[in-house]
């Protein structure tokens, strides 16, 4: 359960960032889905309902997507089910349950870096970057990989190239967090390997990306499944232990290139 002192919504995102960076409590609530789930007491409540960032488009080279787009917009939206092999609606179609994916948004979940997050392993594998109200605009990687500080993400652009995607993960029940998930995607004879839920964030698996990408032709799936487990970490937790995940690791990065070739 979480608490608000103040709730407010501005009209910018100028107004927006202000009101977030002038107290060290006040938090930019989406759906409120995760939220519901801890204990937090809040300042003031940022909402972005007024900013009009419920959006998916298709621009010039790019697929622009706002960040109060909800994971449901995401599944059902033509637009991506039609690019990179569908991988974005493939991969959030199995996140809890339909109305949990009606409050739950693209933004919220990107930003928050979870762990278990299915949406960002399948954003990584293509080619996104992130705009944040001062950072600016920067590749996802590089955002996942940065340090934390307050920032509000406004708009993801996923490029809009022939690369095309497969995600897979392994849970308990349909509409269970993940154990593991993957996401390998091929832009002609360049490849992509991420691994998430490991449990810690998604990452991409240079070495191997790199090992499958140079290699003339494609047979030992086993080789280039070793070489990621090998270079990621993974952890236990309540849901899987660090061995089990390196093991089912290999299984899913094989399926996924198999069905890419």
Do not use: H
């Amino acid at each position: 359960m979480f608490t608000i002192k103040e709730y407010v919504k501005p009209n910018t995102i100028n107004e927006a960032y202000e009101i977030l960076i002038s107290k060290k409590n006040n938090t930019v609530i989406g759906g409120s889905a995760f939220l519901k789930m801890g204990s937090k007491k809040i300042g003031t409540a940022i909402d972005l309902s007024n900013l009009n960032l419920n959006y998916i488009k298709d621009k010039e080279g790019y697929i622009e997507i706002g960040a109060y787009t909800t994971l449901r917009d995401l599944e059902t939206n033509q637009l991506l089910k039609e690019n990179f092999k569908g991988v974005i609606p493939n991969s959030v179609k199995n996140i809890v349950g339909v109305q949990f994916r009606n409050i739950a948004n693209i933004g919220a979940s990107v930003f928050s870096k979870y762990g278990f997050s299915d949406i960002i392993t399948a954003l990584l594998a293509l080619d996104t970057e992130v705009e944040l109200a001062k950072t600016g605009r920067i590749k996802l990687d590089e955002f996942l990989n940065s340090s934390y500080e307050k920032d509000i993400l406004t708009k993801i652009f996923i490029k809009k190239n022939q690369r095309v995607a497969v995600y897979k993960d392994l849970r308990n029940s349909v509409s269970d967090y993940p154990i593991l998930n993957v996401s390998v995607s091929r832009l002609e004879d360049n490849f992509k390997i991420c691994v998430g839920a490991r449990p810690n964030r998604a990452k991409i698996a240079f070495k191997a990306s790199r090992e499958l990408s140079n290699s003339k032709e494609v047979t030992d799936l086993d080789y280039y499944a070793n070489i990621a487990s090998d270079e990621l970490n993974f952890g236990t937790n309540d849901r899987a232990s660090k061995d089990y995940r390196k093991a089912i690791s290999k299984i899913l990065i094989k399926r996924a290139i198999k069905e890419l070739l």
